[in-house]
């Protein structure tokens, strides 16, 4: 390859590792459509629609498949309750991923959270930034993971994230200042964690707010997608120097 791009340090150290050439090796980000997220953008609507309009609302957008963790969650959410009887749990997805619904419904029922959690399903593409605004805070503690555009998308929805404490998280989160971090198997933490963004509006603000500001300067998809032409404009015009140096070398011998 005459040069190599990946959207996190992440996949760039295991390109690495795999042997990918260290010279034009590029970090760009796919990142958010930013337009999607006007800063008044609301989400009365998805609360009215759920019937919780004032309930504190906490928002996962990830599949319900064992990578996503969503059972330490659940069982998370159990001591939530107990400090917040009123809050709700919303559960939603793109497109696909309901392969552990039933067995996480199960669970729901044995550990007799009835219905502080909403099996909401898939949500249309064009609708999901309502779901991220309509949140007081978005939970996303998966065991692995790579650049996730659906925390990106909460975070510029404003909406405040606990994340897993992995790899990729920490080239870009900060703790206590753009999000809080946890360990992705952590019941208690992570339990703390929604509790403390749900009692402290302050320190959610200043999630809330720091968390926009990151993904407009670093997860812009525009400004990427520009940089990303940028890189390609750079190859096109050493290889076309390249071709016109070796017909040199071939006519002239210099």
């Known amino acids: 390859a005459d040069c190599v791009t990946q959207d996190s340090l992440v996949c760039q150290e295991a390109g690495l590792r795999l042997g990918a050439r260290r010279d034009q090796n590029y970090i760009i980000q796919n990142g958010v459509i930013t337009s999607r997220f006007p800063i008044d953008l609301e989400g009365e609507n998805i609360r009215e629609k759920l019937g919780i309009q004032d309930a504190p609302l906490v928002h996962h957008c990830r599949a319900l498949t064992a990578l996503y963790n969503v059972d330490t969650l659940v069982k998370a959410w159990k001591f939530v309750q107990e400090k917040q009887p009123e809050a709700r749990l919303l559960l939603t997805y793109l497109k696909w991923g309901d392969d552990n619904e039933e067995e996480l419904r199960n669970l729901v029922r044995g550990l007799g959270l009835g219905n502080s959690i909403i099996f909401y399903g898939a949500v249309p593409y064009e609708e999901m930034p309502l779901f991220h605004a309509a949140a007081d805070v978005t939970v996303s503690v998966p065991l692995s993971d790579n650049s996730p555009s659906s925390v990106y998308e909460s975070m510029a929805a404003q909406t405040p994230g606990v994340i897993s404490d ?24 992570i339990a703390t964690s929604i509790c403390r963004l749900l009692d402290d509006s302050d320190l959610a603000y200043r999630l809330a707010s720091r968390g926009r500001e990151t993904v407009f300067e670093f997860f812009d998809y525009e400004k990427n997608m520009g940089r990303m032409l940028e890189v390609m404009n750079e190859m096109v015009e050493e290889k076309k120097w390249g071709e016109s140096a070796k017909r040199s070398f071939e006519t002239t011998g210099e």
């Open 166 to 189: 992995l790899p990729w998280a920490r080239s870009a989160m900060r703790h206590e200042e753009n999000a809080l971090l946890v360990p992705a198997k952590d019941v208690e933490k």
